[in-house]
């Protein structure tokens, strides 16, 4: 099992800028991709961004943070990061990171294990 828990959110102004943190802790030595997600209250689940943890480190990144976010681990795969710049109004949500343990879930977006979420609300 991989244990996940998220830290850095909070609240700032558009335009500013905010790191997120992932601590993971378990099997992450056996993860295959790790990803930021984010959920508003009465709305859907949404990935954002997704890195393989393998040496390449593809990443990948939603239409709507794309340019302005940027996904990070380390080799250990024990802490993911999420850098956010640029942010709007419409990036307030709970964010959430995710471990995907086999390719199907990367690809997919069905992701193994999960945290508990940790707050941004970004004002206008």
């Known amino acids: 099992q991989v244990q996940l828990v998220e830290s850095g959110g909070g609240s700032v102004q558009a335009g500013g800028s905010l790191r997120l943190s992932c601590a993971a802790s378990g099997a992450t030595s056996a993860t295959v991709c790790m990803g930021w997600f984010r959920q508003a209250r009465g709305k859907e689940r949404e990935g954002i961004a997704r890195?393989?943890?393998?040496?390449?480190?593809?990443?990948w990144y939603a239409d709507s943070v794309k340019g302005r976010f940027t996904i990070s681990g380390d080799s250990a795969k024990t802490t993911l990061y999420l850098q956010m710049n640029s942010l709007k109004p419409e990036d307030t949500d709970d964010y959430y990171c995710a471990a995907g343990m086999d390719d199907g879930s990367c690809y997919s977006g069905i992701y193994n294990y999960w945290g508990r979420g940790t707050h941004v609300t970004v004002s206008s």
């Open positions: 890195i393989y943890t393998n040496a390449v480190g593809t990443t």
